[in-house]
């Protein structure tokens, strides 16, 4: 089973910008597809970006634009920069793998307010 730890959140002004890391362990990462998740309070959990382990990108509408998903496989993490941090953006962030979903992390919380 794969252990996936998050970093990077933290708080920000409106049109800031945060990098999240993912790191993970366990298996041999190359050959999964990874993707961030995010929960707001008084909401579900949602499906930020998917990337397959050829490198192909999904987006919520939410976040296109915004956002970019990658991956490093030589250091077995996965990342999201935000960018244009909005207020709704607040969430708790998940790292997992999409086509392969494990156990949910603790996630790191990013926190936009002025």
């Known amino acids: 089973q794969v252990e996936l730890v998050e970093s990077g959140g933290g708080l920000v002004q409106p049109g800031g910008s945060l990098r999240l890391s993912c790191a993970a362990s366990?298996?041999?990462?190359?050959?999964?597809?990874m993707g961030w998740y995010r929960q707001a309070p008084g909401k579900q959990r949602e499906r930020v970006a998917t990337?397959?382990?050829?490198?192909?990108?999904t987006y919520a509408d939410s976040v296109k634009g915004r956002f970019t998903i990658s991956r490093d496989n030589a250091k077995n993490t996965v990342y999201l920069q935000m960018n244009s941090l909005k207020p709704e953006d607040t969430a708790v962030y998940y790292c997992n793998m999409p086509w392969d979903l494990g156990p949910w992390g603790p996630g790191t919380q990013v926190t936009v307010y002025s």
């Open positions: 366990g298996r041999i990462f190359s050959n999964y597809g």
């Open positions: 990337i397959t382990s050829g490198g192909s990108t």
